[in-house]
């Protein structure tokens, strides 16, 4: 019997991971009724990032009242608690971009319910918190999260505030002892997608800000925010936080977090793969189907296929990995050197963007069809096979 790993990323604007592993599964059942499949849904950090974790690993989902995207915003989030008693926050439960409802105004944006929800899972009894960095409306550089773990931030007068993106500049000085002591025996994680550093042309602001309303002005303003704390924190707490890869993740959150609250940066997908034990279930797999919504030169920098790929040429490099992408960009031979076997474009013909968004899960099922027929054949197992 076949074993078959479908392990996938979304579909940005088409399908979840999970509604992705339907479909892929979906198609190796019709070609392979006995194959046994392990489905892994992934996230890269963002949106979705707890369902995805509790589906591939078991446990609850926990609800909480906490602050939303705004000052004196109240949402109610979720987060998730894993069979072991991890924790997995989702910051965009609490301070996505969705959830401004159009006001898209990124320097007056914290992550404050993100603390919140740190908090609520560790008074729960987690000892270790996953937290997902993407889909933010901030740039705040964690600091709301880190004042409600207990992070005081003072001004040159030496009162206390709570910074936000267009304030970086008014923090003087940092304290994070109190912090550090309800922190003591939690091990945080962050889960990156980008390796994007904090400050500079390819840091929190500059890349990423434009997209959450800041004009050419605001995104000059928050930068320089940004170097300033990374600077105030250099000198407080002798970290160099400035340009380390990732810490630009979600507005600067796994950037604060990490010099704040002692977190460790992680790419997403290994986080995941870590959690749900991808080595063990490795070992007796013939083969894994993962995919995403294209593939390229940037999926490099920690996206779901060639972290994958990654980890089967550690544990299982005669294992076969085959992408199921809708479009193939430059550098597809950079993604092959990280372990990848082969890629294929899902679309069965011509067709507008929007009818290859609204065929995407029937494309899944037709081309991971055709290819678990294809590996049938060429391992002698497609008796039975439609």
């Not at 709570?162 to 091990?187: H, Y």
């Not at 940066?265 to 993962?290: K, M, N, Y």
Request: proline fraction near 4%; aromatic fraction near 4%.
């Amino acid at each position: 019997m076949h074993h078959i790993i479908v392990i996938s990323d979304s579909f940005k604007g088409a399908l979840t991971s999970i509604e992705a592993h339907r479909a892929i599964a979906d198609g190796v059942r019709r070609a392979l009724p006995t194959a046994r499949i392990s489905e892994i849904p992934v996230a890269d950090g963002g949106e979705g990032t707890v369902a995805a974790m509790l589906a591939a690993a078991g446990g609850e989902s926990v609800t909480a009242r906490v602050c939303g995207v705004f000052p004196g915003d109240m949402v109610t989030a979720d987060y998730g608690v894993l069979p072991g008693g991890a924790a997995v926050v989702e910051m965009a439960a609490c301070a996505g971009l969705p959830l401004a409802e159009g006001r898209k105004d990124t320097a007056e944006a914290t992550t404050y319910g993100v603390g919140e929800l740190i908090k609520h899972a560790i008074a729960r009894g987690s000892r270790r918190i996953i937290v997902g960095a993407g889909g933010s409306a901030t740039t705040d550089l964690g600091c709301g999260a880190a004042a409600a773990l207990g992070v005081r931030f003072l001004d040159a007068e030496g009162r206390e505030f709570v910074p936000v993106g267009a304030t970086l500049a008014e923090v003087q000085r940092v304290d994070v002892s109190e912090a550090r002591r309800a922190l003591a025996g939690v091990g945080l994680t962050v889960m990156c997608d980008i390796d994007n550093p904090l400050t500079g042309a390819h840091g929190a602001a500059h890349v990423f800000s434009p997209q959450k309303g800041a004009d050419p002005e605001m995104v000059e303003r928050l930068d320089a925010g940004l170097v300033h704390l990374a600077g105030v924190i250099a000198s407080d707490l002798g970290i160099d936080v400035a340009h380390v890869p990732g810490a630009g993740a979600a507005g600067g959150l796994a950037g604060g977090l990490m010099a704040f609250c002692g977190a460790e940066l992680e790419p997403g997908i290994d986080t995941v793969l870590d959690a749900v034990d991808f080595a063990g279930v490795l070992a007796d797999a013939d083969l894994v189907l993962t995919g995403e919504g294209q593939i390229d030169g940037q999926s490099l920098s920690g996206k779901v296929p060639v972290g994958v790929a990654r980890w089967v040429a550690r544990h299982r490099s005669d294992l076969p990995v085959i992408v199921l992408t809708g479009s193939i960009g430059d550098g597809i031979e950079d993604v092959y050197a990280e372990g990848v076997t082969a890629a294929f474009t899902i679309g069965r013909g011509p067709e507008t963007l929007e009818s290859a968004i609204a065929h995407t899960a029937d494309n899944l099922t037709a081309a991971a069809y055709s290819i678990a027929r294809m590996f049938g054949v060429m391992t002698r197992g497609a008796a039975g096979a439609p």
